[in-house]
């Protein structure tokens, strides 16, 4: 149950547009279309953007797509505002029936 | 609007057990699988434990496989977590976690509880 990988740290100015990066396996993302992120500022419980790949929930903003090739998923966020500045996830359901998130990348809006 | 509310956190000698609640609220919580993920400080979020909506699926991370039990309780919307012979690596805000049906995500979040395992 190795944690997916995604880089620590990605910066944007606003209006730019940013993508983080979360590869896995062929036993995580690799296997199924089962990849969502979480959006998490500090002291508040996270919150789904994008579940199967590239769906996004009711009431998440179109600036936040996604989409996943091979064993690799991305998430894009574009027209950067400086309240999307905070920490963000990767996960995947595996073929050993668990879940696994990704380290987390730290984004910065300059 | 769905609420999730954890308790029953605290300061834990290690070696020893402690049981996490998470009353549900404003959902048909017998309907929904439920999870439990926590955050150790400083770290990133890993995921703990699922259970399915009629309990019979039970799934644990490998780090708490064998020492934490995932149960729920339907007639008391209650999804509990007990831990034993805990560790000091246990430490971390403990999440419980509504499942998006179908989806293997998970739509709503509680505030979490603390569990810090210290001698």
């Known amino acids: 149950q190795s944690a997916l990988t995604q880089p620590a740290s990605v910066s944007g100015s606003p209006g730019q547009s940013i993508t983080i990066s979360c590869t896995g396996t062929t036993s995580d993302i690799g296997a199924y279309n089962h990849v969502s992120w979480y959006q998490h500022h500090p002291d508040r419980a996270p919150r789904l953007i994008i579940y199967q790949v590239s769906n996004r929930p009711s009431g998440v903003s179109n600036r936040f797509s996604a989409s996943k090739s091979g064993s690799t998923a991305s998430l894009t966020i574009s027209g950067l505002q400086a309240e999307d500045e905070a920490d963000y996830y990767c996960n995947s359901f595996t073929t050993s029936d668990t879940w696994v998130f990704g380290g987390g990348t730290k984004l910065t809006v300059l | 609007q769905v609420q999730l509310v954890e308790s029953g956190g605290g300061m834990v000698q290690p070696g020893t057990s402690l049981r996490l609640s998470c009353a549900a609220s404003?959902?048909?919580?017998?309907?929904?699988?439920m999870h439990w993920v926590r955050q150790a400080p400083g770290e990133g979020l890993e995921w703990v434990a699922f259970?399915?909506?009629?309990?019979?699926?039970?799934y644990y991370a490998d780090s708490v496989k064998g020492r934490f039990t995932i149960s729920r309780d339907d007639p008391k919307n209650t999804l509990y977590l007990q831990m034993s012979s805990l560790r000091a690596e246990d430490t971390a805000v403990y999440y419980c976690a509504k499942d998006r049906r179908d989806t293997w995500s998970y739509d709503y979040w509680g505030q979490g509880t603390l569990v810090a395992v210290s001698s």
């Open positions: 259970i399915s909506q009629d309990g019979t699926r039970k």
């Open positions: 404003a959902f048909t919580f017998s309907s929904d699988a």
